[in-house]
């Protein structure tokens, strides 16, 4: 059956206005709001129905508004508790004592063939395929503690000789079980059907200490039956990429897949970066991946696409996700009503606790909003918003052509591939997030897990989640003690037009005195390393903002240096530039990985000042700006 999902209008254009110049003519439409009616027999809390799994690294990250009612609902949704652990006992293992679980594999249906061979893989989740990359001499480059700790691995597994050549798949890893996904998705909004893992391969899952489970995937291992004509394979600028920034993302605080460990093959990969037909040989590398899951919105979209025969299997996926990943939906009460109005015309309620399905996916929705909202605040471009790139767990997940925002500029895109129409832009993730997530309401549809009414309901809550977690978050940025609309809206105007560094203005806003009697030719004194080249019409811009500004900071009772520490905990110094990246590879590609390694230990600190290392939150170089550095294609 297949079941037409709406998605409302007034939930499009969830770019809030300031994204834009003054002189924009896009359209604004505010997430339009619910009135909820919650029946319950247990008391209520305040806690936020998308929390996400893992705990984020910083204390940056912002509190979620819990304006809404359906907030209540997580402690029905989400009180899930895994037994007692004995913090004091540290477990370390070796590689060998890994506890592998390998549930993907053993509950799910597989391909009976084991080649690589591409082809069209049907009435199958995953395909077994063996690592196939050829080393030589592979080399470990950089490793993360913290991931490692996830995995109770013992640290001084690092230093064994065969690390490499287990955690490149050149030598069999015990006891795992490797396998690529098969998953389908949309590619600048059109359905391109089946893509799959084409040069990634998950080793399995593992069971730590606390009964966590983890799946540890190879990036660049080899070929796959979803490979298509390409040779699954890694090369190190994307590799050192994507370490880089999974690590980075962790410790400012939003969910993200982790990464491992990244390894050099030895041997060397063409690659044609800019499509151009001028391929080269760059060196090759492996990133070992770690996720709670791998799953996509892609994973799902390819069965409902297969038509009758293959919906069962998005049942099965459905079901296998809720009871490993979301096992709060299975337990929760029955005797509770959880049931919102939906606002229709013919009043209807959905009730959350008559479907689990439904209940899934307007979590998936609000965790999806959360992220974006995340992304939006640190000016985090992902670049390649595809359903296929986009985690069930509300996980950044795929680093390829991603970029942060240096120069402020809502149409920013460091995605070659996405300039004609820049669909992935920065200003356009909020809208791309709600059209994936009705994309995966679709699915779930088609597959007759909810109906519209309950499809239409999780992307309102998209729409409520992302403007709450954005509001907050932009006023925790600003040492708001509440939203002001005017104020933020004129600000990020202003940063457009002069183009203004936007994590540097921000972290200097905090050395603001809220002192209404602070001269004219003193107010924006500040802010002068990030106002630059300003004529005096823009000066005189920048002074009324400030002037307002101050006015509203000075109105609460919270002290300057009390401002300044609460801001400059959610406003990092130090991101990810894409011009610091380059120079990490550049010097990568000659055998020098002491770059990389500096990058690891100031992204671990984002938040702190770090002295000695300022000159990495230096605005970038004029070389910063060349394609290949502040802008990359899909195959970087």
Same mark, same amino acid.
């Given at each position: ?29 505010? #997430? ?24 984020? %690294? ?13 907030? #209540? ?13 004995d913090e004091g006992v540290k477990v370390k293992r070796k590689l060998e ?40 001499? *592979?080399?470990?480059?950089a490793w993360s503690d913290s991931v490692a700790e996830l995995l109770d ?38 359905? %391109? ?61 939003? *969910? ?29 590398? @492996? ?25 069962? @299997?998005?049942?099965?996926?459905? !079901? ?26 013919? !009043? ?61 500029? *809502? #149409? ?38 909810i109906n519209q009414k309950e499809a239409n309901y999780a992307m309102e ?34 940063? #457009? ?45 920048? @002074? ?40 990490? @590879? ?40 060349? *394609? ?9």
């Open positions: 059956m297949l079941l037409r999902v709406c998605c409302p209008s007034s939930l499009f254009n969830l770019r809030p206005l300031h994204l834009f110049s003054s002189t924009s003519k896009l359209p604004f439409c505010p #997430s339009f709001r619910r009135q909820f009616r919650l029946t319950r027999s247990s008391s209520s809390s305040s806690s936020s129905f998308g929390r996400m799994d893992s705990s984020p %690294a910083s204390s940056s990250s912002p509190t979620p508004v819990t304006d809404s009612s359906a907030d #209540s609902l997580a402690k029905d949704l989400q009180n899930q508790t895994l037994g007692a652990v004592d890994f506890n592998w679980d390998h549930s993907f594999v053993k509950e799910l249906p597989g391909d009976p063939r084991t080649d690589v061979i591409s082809r069209e893989v049907l009435h199958a989740c995953y395909s077994k395929v063996s690592p196939s990359v050829e080393v030589d001499d *592979p080399q470990l480059v691995l013992d640290p001084k597994e690092f230093e064994r000789p065969d690390f490499p050549l287990m955690l490149s798949g050149a030598k069999p890893l015990p006891g795992a079980m490797p396998y690529a996904q098969c998953y389908g998705g949309h590619q600048f909004g059109m359905w %391109a059907g089946q893509l799959g893992d084409g040069r990634a391969l998950t080793l399995g899952e593992v069971l730590n200490s606390k009964d966590e489970r983890w799946e540890l995937q190879l990036k660049g291992a080899g070929r796959t039956p979803y490979s298509r004509f390409a040779d699954g394979l890694a090369v190190l600028r994307s590799s050192i990429r994507e370490f880089l920034c999974s690590e980075s993302m962790h410790c400012l605080g939003i *969910p993200t897949t982790r990464a491992l460990c990244l390894l050099t093959t030895g041997q060397d990969v063409t690659r044609d970066m800019f499509y151009d037909g001028n391929p080269k040989e760059e060196p090759g590398a @492996i990133v070992c991946r770690v996720s709670q899951s791998f799953l996509r919105f892609g994973s799902y979209q390819i069965h409902a696409s297969r038509g009758k025969e293959d919906l069962d @299997i998005v049942r099965k996926l459905a !079901d296998y996700a809720i009871r490993h990943h979301f096992p709060h939906i299975e337990s929760m009460d029955r005797s509770d009503s959880l049931s919102f109005k939906t606002g229709d015309e013919d !009043d209807s309620v959905v009730d959350l606790t008559s479907n689990k399905y439904a209940a899934w996916i307007v979590e998936i929705a609000e965790r999806t909003a959360t992220l974006v909202a995340r992304w939006q605040g640190v000016g985090f471009t992902h670049g390649v918003l595809n359903t296929d790139n986009m985690s069930i767990l509300g996980q950044t997940i795929d680093y390829g052509p991603f970029g942060f925002l240096d120069a402020f500029d *809502p #149409s920013y895109t460091p995605n070659t591939t996405d300039l004609p129409g820049r669909r992935y832009c920065f200003a356009n993730q909020p809208d791309i997030g709600l059209w994936n997530i009705a994309q995966f309401s679709k699915t779930l549809a088609v597959a007759q897990l809550r998209y729409g409520d989640k992302f403007m709450d977690e954005y509001q907050a978050i932009m006023s925790k940025k600003l040492g708001l003690s509440k939203y002001n609309k005017e104020v933020i809206s004129k600000l990020l105007n202003n940063m #457009s037009v002069d183009k203004v560094d936007y994590t540097n203005f921000f972290r200097l806003l905090a050395n603001v005195k809220a002192n209404p009697n602070t001269p004219e030719n003193e107010l924006l004194k500040p802010l002068k390393a990030v106002l630059l080249d300003i004529g005096k019409e823009r000066k005189e811009a920048w @002074i009324k903002w400030m002037r307002s500004y101050i006015q509203e900071v000075g109105g609460s009772e919270v002290s300057d240096e009390e401002r300044k520490a609460r801001m400059d905990s959610v406003n990092p110094k130090y991101i990810l530039r894409n011009y610091l990246c380059q120079s990490a @590879i550049d010097a990568a590609e000659q055998g020098d990985f002491s770059e990389v390694i500096n990058l690891i230990r100031l992204m671990k600190r984002p938040y702190e000042e770090q002295p000695g290392m300022e000159k990495y939150a230096r605005l970038p170089p004029a070389w910063a700006y060349r *394609p290949g550095v502040c802008m990359l294609s899909c195959s970087s």
